[in-house]
């Protein structure tokens, strides 16, 4: 008779990391454990989902007035209507002008090193900051441990920390004394007091790279996270009065949601938490679960905080969900705005749905989209930059969102005075049209508006993923890039991109090659315009892929050249050409973390393949682990 499987922390990581192992996280993971199985029944569901709308040809649609939520005791029509019980937001979260986004530690770099990311964010003067343990936190070696300690040791107070976040001020002042004519941290130290801490747990898609089961079968990274986050930092949390909070991506369905809401409530029981006192926002990241916006947020209330509209990643859940659809050609990137078609219906979509009022009155937040961009460049790009960001702020403070993101801590004091001059500390209550789920409300998530498809649109493609693929492989996972044909000019400034970016890039581009979509323009290399082919995508990739070898060491690592870049090729060069669409970029890089051998490289590509072409299967364990 065959032992059941367990679940193992390695002894060599626990003993390491015994500060964030400690037996309540140790024991919480053991007790959730059975969760994880759960995971892996819904994440071949969607799978599932996924097969049979490619092979009957068909939309995504709305849910049935009559269904049950999964996992629920809700219907659907009471969720629309707004019948259930939402919670109250957090004084901590009333006001959340802006939000910083990033990771709280560095790939590869000493404690003291890597805590500066933590003090960057909190005295950074943004609202909250989610520090983030999914697309933009490197996985490499122990990072995504790296990152748990530093936010225990910073909201700790630790005395490591507190030296270092002494130092951060100093170098934060002497660059706004220089861009603003003025400091922006006064007092350090109660400076640190003024961010709302929230966490980012990687998503139900995800394995995680350390804990896994005794049999070799991957372990949920989202029970890890969310495990050792609570579990390390609920003390000190509730000891200043500070919410609990976490962002919940890549959900896809009211029943995930729901999962994640019994995953939470066994959390707190566990830790003796009173239910619902973790909070949580959602990602709006998917273009499914624009579809059952109403039924997401009744399925986590009431924990549920508000909903963030995303931009790399919803992109690419469009373009993966109508991959069967020969007549679905996106655009150039750059021309799919939150203002472009189906994005400016899921957005309406998403406002309306935080301010449909709950059986209490209640409503939810929005929260804006992400501002990628870095104030460093020549004076007329910073400045030309700059005015593009805060009119997009402008542009969503308007629409009713209660504040949006900023991936560089340099653009929280740019872009918070959009909401700071209104003065509001958000719009809960906004008055908009109700949600109606007609064909026309479908059809508006899948709208797509004329604009350009070039030749240059697709080296932007190319290059970005590349870059990103490599930086991926150094433990970049948030990176600033730009194409490479803007390398050394300063007016056109490089971009905070995180792993969504590349997502979204493989996306349109197998969705050009593989469904023949005609160029817009002409271009040099093709005067006459034409299809996007096999030929056309060979010859840029190949001229692309020069322009990184010969590139300097501060827009391409030279250590990279013979090591991850040439992988990150093999990875972009297979996926696009691949007849049968790979769900996720993520998927084959996490496959590759720290190989650096490109024939092994193509083994595991080879072998993550051919298992999706046979059934579906996702290989998504970490490999090393194999034959421990």
Known sequence: ???????????????????????????????????????????????????????????????????????????VADARAGRFAGGEIPPDLQRQWIQGTGPGAKPNASLESSLRNVAYALLSGADGWMFDGEDALGQVSTMSLDNHRNLKLAFARDARFLQVAETVAGEMNTWARGFFGREIVGDWRAQLDFTTRIYRARGLHLDDRHIAWSDGEGFSASIV?????????????RGEGR?????????QTAEEAALWNEMLTALENALGLPVGVVRTYVLVEQLEASFQLMELRAALAPR?????????????????????DGGFHNPNIDAIGMTYGYMRNYEDRVRRAVNTPDENGRFALWQGGMEPNIPVGSEQGVATSMAKAVAGAEREQTAGASGKWVAHWKMVHIVRPVWESVGDANQLGRKFPPLTYTQADADGLMLLEPAPRTVRGARDLLSVALQYGNAFGQGLQAA??????????????????????????LSILWEWLHKGAELTEPDPIRPNGGRFDEALFLQLLSEEYEKLLKAGNRDVFDVSKTTTLPIAREIVETYVREPVKAPWYIDLLNLNLNNHDLEEARRRIALYLDAFRRDGTRVTRNLDLDGR
């Open 225 to 237: 996270d969310a495990a050792l986050y609570v579990a390390n930092n609920a003390e000190t949390l």
């Open 243 to 251: 919410s609990i909070v976490l962002y919940l991506p890549k959900i």
């Open 1 to 75: 008779m065959s032992t059941p499987a367990r679940v193992v922390i390695p002894e060599g990581i626990q003993t390491k990391y015994a500060d964030i192992f400690g037996d309540r996280a140790v024991d919480l993971i053991h007790q959730l454990a059975p969760f994880d199985l759960e995971r892996k029944a819904l994440m071949e569901k969607r799978t599932r989902r996924r097969a049979e709308r490619f092979a009957n040809k068909e939309r995504i649609e709305f849910l049935s007035e009559d269904e049950v939520i999964p996992r629920t005791n809700l219907r």
């Open 304 to 324: 549920f905080v508000g909903y963030n509209t995303g931009r790399w990643d919803y992109i690419n859940s469009v373009s993966d969900a109508l991959a069967w």
């Open 480 to 505: 600033a890039l730009k194409p490479a044909d803007f390398f050394g000019n300063d007016d056109v400034l490089y971009l905070m991109e995180d792993m969504a970016t590349g997502e979204i890039r």
